[in-house]
């Protein structure tokens, strides 16, 4: 099982940029595929993107394409979430999450999840 801490959130207005952290404690997660997903005010929890242990490929969602970008520290245990152009509708709480294997956008195939970090873009 590996810890996971989100940290990074805020408040900003649209246009601007953020960058989430996920720390991982307890087991390395270089070797462990890792998601991001956010929830909106009376939204489900959807997936944004992902870093799969194989290569470090990335993934994202169509919503979030070409403005949020993955990578993982050089430590190898944190994996950011480089946020930019912000827009109103990206408002959520922010997690991340593990799994073993490639890369998937299901929620349920994660295993190990943090406790969620909040953004606000204000219009």
């Known amino acids: 099982q590996v810890d996971l801490v989100e940290s990074g959130g805020g408040l900003v207005q649209a246009g601007g940029s953020l960058r989430l952290s996920c720390a991982g404690s307890?087991?390395?997660?270089?070797?462990?595929?890792v998601g991001w997903f956010r929830q909106g005010p009376g939204k489900e929890r959807e997936f944004v993107g992902a870093?799969?242990?194989?290569?470090?490929?990335?993934h994202y969602a169509d919503s979030v394409k070409g403005r949020f970008t993955i990578s993982r520290g050089t430590t190898k245990n944190t994996v950011y979430l480089q946020m930019n152009s912000l827009k109103p509708e990206d408002t959520g709480d922010y997690y991340c999450?593990?799994?073993?294997?490639?890369?998937?956008?299901?929620?349920?195939?994660?295993?190990?999840w943090g406790q969620g970090t909040h953004v606000t873009v204000s219009s």
């Open positions: 870093i799969s242990w194989i290569g470090d490929d990335t």
């Open positions: 999450a593990a799994k073993t294997g490639s890369y998937a956008h299901v929620i349920s195939t994660y295993k190990d």
């Open positions: 307890g087991q390395t997660i270089s070797t462990l595929t």
